[in-house]
């Protein structure tokens, strides 16, 4: 069934408008529909038993008093369903001045309090009568997840850094990291994605989102997901700010010896730190989403505030990870001209926007090598009225484009092409290569499709980047 469907049959009303909401990490699409002077959520997973968790977790949580948004109807297959809209003010978004300036206002340090109070009663009041085994995949926190998200990191990223390191001995410090992690039991709801982006704000008050991952387990980890978030960036007199505020909450539920307490924290940040790792590896490396690999070195610059908290007898593990938050390639301030390949400083690449009515570029440097990308199949705003007068370099254009699930995946196959092709000319010390785009008239698709590209080149390989718009006379360096 599609989500305009579900609306007319919810609602008696044809929906007038269906817009799709810019997503994150996940293949969940979601989309607002308007119509009667109603608005709703649609959400479309790709599956019905995570969309029955969800759905589930919803009604039980809304019936202990925790705000939550309220499904209003499902889908026949379970694949769709229609839910409360709250707007669109995340907590994210309403402390971003904080965090893109590196000081957060009283206002902010407020809002980012108030939520992570509410947090213990999401953990122990939700768990209250919850059917556990209705959470998928696994209803509990267990070795098997454990070992699986460190292998996570040991495969998606850790192997990715080029760093040497002894599988067996590796493995075996994992083992002792689990048994540190389990060594307390737990009956609490973990909401295991408990971060500022899940947490709306409606009316000033935090509604809390995309918790169908949860399952019983302990606490600890939601602290360190929402404290030590990746691109918070939160100062150290904050994090410890928040901690107490949690911990406050939490004495409402349970006894809490505050040094034993501190002392599990640490570990489940180091734990989580390494998830965070491997999902960012995972999505940047291969499924060549750009934010991800943007937001490594700030959990990298995490991980190096808890490196000092690896157990003793993980001393393996300990010593590699200082190796790892040495690399250069993670600073968050790079010296000039450092970067993780030695030759890059030698290699430019031409990157190019133009229109195929006047022909393919000529490529000045007779090597040849490189691509030539068609962005004619993308959606064209150069048909209707209001873009023509603008180019793909202008806010209204890229604003546009942000709304069209089919650019980002053209560009992430053309990133997967450009990436493989340029570190084997960096490897055999080429020094130029060439990148060209084209469309129509080289005034919208081709002309932001060769920004996304020069961009990301210059920023994940430190090469030097000639962005030429043929068609709009505009030639710049990055």
Not at 26 to 36: A, D, E, K
Not at 139 to 166: H, I, Q, S, W
Not at 311 to 319: G, I, R
Request: glycine fraction near 8%.
């Amino acid at each position: 069934m599609q989500l305009e469907d579900l609306f007319e049959r919810y609602t008696g009303i044809r929906p007038e408008s269906s817009q799709l909401l810019a997503g994150s990490g996940s293949n969940r699409r979601y989309f607002r529909l308007s119509g009667g002077g109603l608005s709703l959520i649609g959400a479309e997973g790709t599956s019905s038993e995570e969309n029955g968790t969800f759905i589930y977790l919803a009604s039980h949580f809304r019936k202990k008093g925790i705000s939550v948004p309220e499904v209003y109807a499902v889908s026949d297959d379970g694949m769709e369903y229609l839910q409360e809209d709250l707007g669109d003010l995340s907590l994210f978004d309403a402390v971003s001045h904080g965090r893109e300036s590196g000081r957060y206002s009283d206002e902010e340090r407020s809002l980012l309090l108030n939520a992570i109070s509410f947090l213990p009663d999401i953990q122990f009041r939700g768990a209250e009568g919850l059917d556990f085994s209705r959470c998928t995949p696994e209803p509990e926190f267990n070795r098997r997840l454990v070992m699986a998200d460190l292998n996570y990191f040991k495969y998606c990223f850790l192997k990715t850094t080029g760093l040497e390191f002894n599988e067996a001995s590796l493995e075996k410090d994992f083992e002792s990291l689990a048994s540190s992690l389990l060594s307390e039991g737990f009956s609490s709801f973990m909401y295991r994605d408990f971060q500022a982006r899940n947490v709306m704000l409606k009316d000033g008050v935090p509604y809390f989102i995309d918790f169908q991952g949860g399952r019983k387990g302990p606490g600890y980890y939601d602290v360190a997901s929402f404290v030590w978030q990746a691109r918070a960036g939160y100062p150290d007199d904050f994090r410890q700010e928040l901690v107490d505020a949690y911990v406050d909450a939490l004495t409402r539920y349970v006894k809490v010896d505050r040094r034993l307490f501190d002392d599990k924290l640490m570990l489940f940040v180091l734990f989580r730190t390494l998830q965070v790792l491997g999902a960012y590896g995972y999505r940047g490396n291969f499924e060549r989403k750009e934010h991800f690999l943007k937001s490594i070195p700030f959990a990298v610059a995490n991980l190096r505030t808890v490196v000092d908290h690896v157990p003793a007898d993980c001393q393996y593990l300990a010593a590699l990870l200082k190796d790892l938050v040495q690399l250069p390639r993670f600073s968050l301030t790079q010296p000039s001209g450092r970067h993780p390949w030695p030759c890059a400083e030698s290699l430019e690449v031409l990157v190019t926007s133009f229109s195929f009515k006047k022909g393919i570029p000529d490529d000045p440097s007779g090597n040849g090598g490189g691509y030539v990308f068609d962005c004619r199949a993308l959606p064209n705003p150069g048909k209707i009225e209001f873009y023509r007068s603008y180019t793909g370099m202008d806010k209204e254009v890229v604003d546009f484009f942000s709304d069209k699930p089919q650019v980002p995946d053209f560009l992430s196959s053309a990133y997967r092409l450009a990436d493989a092709h340029l570190e084997r000319f960096l490897e055999r010390g080429f020094t130029h290569m060439m990148i060209s785009f084209g469309c129509t008239g080289g005034q919208h698709r081709s002309v932001y499709c060769a920004e996304k590209m020069a961009l990301h080149l210059k920023e994940k390989y430190g090469v030097k980047v000639r962005l030429l718009h043929r068609e709009q006379d505009v030639c710049k360096e990055l």
